[in-house]
Nanobody, 116 residues
Framework: QVQVVESGGGLVQPGGSLRLSCAAS????????MDWYRQAPGKQRELVASVSNDGMTNYADSVHGRFTISRDNAKNTVYLQMNSLKPEDTAVYYC??????????WGQGTQVTVSS
């Protein structure tokens, strides 16, 4: 069994910063890709950023230059540093973890609210 747990969400003012963390544990042996998705009310879930096991990263245009994804392979953990936050970044942020084969694993989500 695999557990994926996100943390670090909260309420922040526009222009502020937050750092999300996601840790995978259990019967998971070789993580290939770790992703952050988000879903705002009434909208589809969208990919925010991803990082492969060799460090290759990819970002949505809407967050490029403001968000940074990183991972600690020894800890099976992925981070999302979010700077210059905007109200439109408000969403539930989900972590997805995938090995080279088999289904991906999702966390339960963490709420990020950007508001004054």
């Amino acid at each position: 069994q695999v557990q994926v747990v996100e943390s670090g969400g909260g309420l922040v003012q526009p222009g502020g910063s937050l750092r999300l963390s996601c840790a995978a544990s259990g019967s998971i042996f070789s993580i290939y890709v770790m992703d952050w998705y988000r879903q705002a009310p009434g909208k589809q879930r969208e990919l925010v950023a991803s990082v492969s096991n060799d460090g290759m990263t990819n970002y949505a245009d809407s967050v490029h230059g403001r968000f940074t994804i990183s991972r600690d392979n020894a800890k099976n953990t992925v981070y999302l540093q979010m700077n210059s936050l905007k109200p439109e970044d408000t969403a539930v942020y989900y972590c997805k973890v995938a090995e080279r084969v088999g289904p991906p694993y999702w966390g339960q989500g963490t709420q990020v609210t950007v508001s004054s």
